[in-house]
């Protein structure tokens, strides 16, 4: 990446958790390479810890996990970090109407390379997150 895309990113930080470790470290280097600051955590309750001692600037979410799914783990950030846009991953259908309206947004993984920095750059604004440009 040209260094003067990366000097523009103010390095929001992201939160991603997924209880599939190879998804984790696919976002993480995705995201990082686009300058963002990411936070990994493959379950609901380390994702609340980091939450609580971290700033987080946006929240990138499995739905379908063990002991916490994306539903109870969005209800605690919403608590934690209300300013932090949510975004949730399924792999399908199944996901419940209240969990959706925790939520900012919704990508199914098949789609996540191409919707991902769209989205934070939706829902955060590019005031704070700068998207690079596409062209550089």
């Known amino acids: 990446m040209p260094q003067s ?3 523009e990113l103010p390095g929001g930080v992201v939160l991603c958790i997924d209880d599939n470790r190879d998804v984790l470290e696919c976002e993480r280097a995705f995201l990082e390479s686009f300058g963002y600051t990411v936070l990994t955590a493959p379950s609901g309750s380390e994702a609340l810890e980091l939450a609580s001692t971290h700033s987080v600037d946006v929240v990138i979410l499995d739905y379908f996990m063990p002991a916490m799914n994306g539903q109870e783990v969005a209800l605690e950030l919403r608590r934690l970090r209300p300013q932090a846009p949510i975004i949730l991953l399924t792999e399908g259908l199944g996901v419940p109407e209240q ?8 990508i199914a993984k098949d789609r996540l390379a191409s919707q991902l920095l769209p989205t ?6 590019s005031a704070r997150i700068a998207l690079p440009s596409y062209d550089a």
């Open 99 to 106: 969990a959706l309206s925790l939520v900012d947004a919704l």
């Open 5 to 7: 895309v990366c000097s």
């Open 120 to 125: 934070i750059a939706h829902l955060y604004g």
